[in-house]
T-cell receptor, first 111, second 112 residues
Framework: DVKVTQSSRYLVKRTGEKVFLECVQD?????MFWYRQDPGLGLRLIYF???????EKGDIPEGYSVSREKKERFSLILESASTNQTSMYLC??????????FGPGTRLTVL | GENVEQHPSTLSVQEGDSAVIKCTYS??????FPWYKQELGKRPQLIID?????GEKKDQRIAVTLNKTAKHFSLHITETQPEDSAVYFC???????????FGQGTTLQVKP
């Protein structure tokens, strides 16, 4: 049974703070993804990684960076949080071009 | 760039009726089309997917059809039940990296 976990369910940060969101999967998937979900906009891809230390920009990478030092872990970093980054953040993993398994999400509020 | 359009944004049906959600995609190289269901407060979960070498796939009350020429695919739910109420997302992929482009989502309400 695939398990994707995220470090926090809820997070409140202040404008300008550096924020780390972590995602861990236990199924040896090579692909990992970070999305943000906002009402009416669906799931928008921020960054993804298809191998350790490899990353590619998604549709909305501005203001974000990522790190993948180990296969099971994919981190999303907000260098200087802003109020427009208040959102639900979802991590996912997959094996090649197959089903993506999602984590429970982190609801981030930036004040 | 790559784009997936999903319609309608909201859909309300009576229990027992059928529901149809339609998506169009822009990248002609797309070859994998999954559908995800997201219940309130939960994570999205795959309910059915189809690859470009088939035109239709069925799993109990759920079916997906694909028209590659027209670049559109549809989700059909028959004999709807209240537990089918959720947000449904279509997606398309053209790469072995598994990168998905999602539609904007359809909120389905099934009235008992």
């Amino acid at each position: 049974d695939v398990k994707v976990t995220q470090s926090s369910r809820y997070l409140v940060k202040r404008t300008g703070e550096k924020v780390f969101l972590e995602c861990v999967q236990d199924m040896d998937h090579e692909n990992m993804f970070w999305y943000r979900q906002d009402p009416g906009l669906g799931l928008r891809l921020i960054y993804f990684s298809y191998d350790v230390k490899m990353k590619e920009k998604g549709d909305i990478p501005e203001g974000y960076s990522v790190s993948r030092e180990k296969k099971e872990r994919f981190s999303l970093i907000l260098e200087s949080a802003s109020t427009n980054q208040t959102s639900m953040y979802l991590c996912a993993s997959s094996l090649r071009q197959n089903e993506q398994f999602f984590g429970p999400g982190t609801r981030l509020t930036v004040l | 760039g790559e784009n997936v359009e999903q319609h309608p944004s909201t859909l309300s049906v009576q229990e027992g009726d059928s529901a149809v959600i339609k998506c169009t995609y822009s990248d002609s190289a797309s070859n994998y089309f999954p559908w995800y269901k997201q219940e309130l407060g939960k994570r999205p979960q795959l309910i059915i997917d189809i690859r470009s070498n088939v035109g239709e796939k069925k799993d109990q009350r759920i079916a997906v059809t694909l028209n590659k020429t027209a670049k559109h695919f549809s989700l059909h739910i028959t004999e709807t039940q209240p537990e089918d109420s959720a947000v449904y997302f279509c997606a398309a992929s053209s790469s072995n990296t598994g990168k998905l482009i999602f539609g904007q989502g359809t909120t389905l309400q099934v009235k008992p």
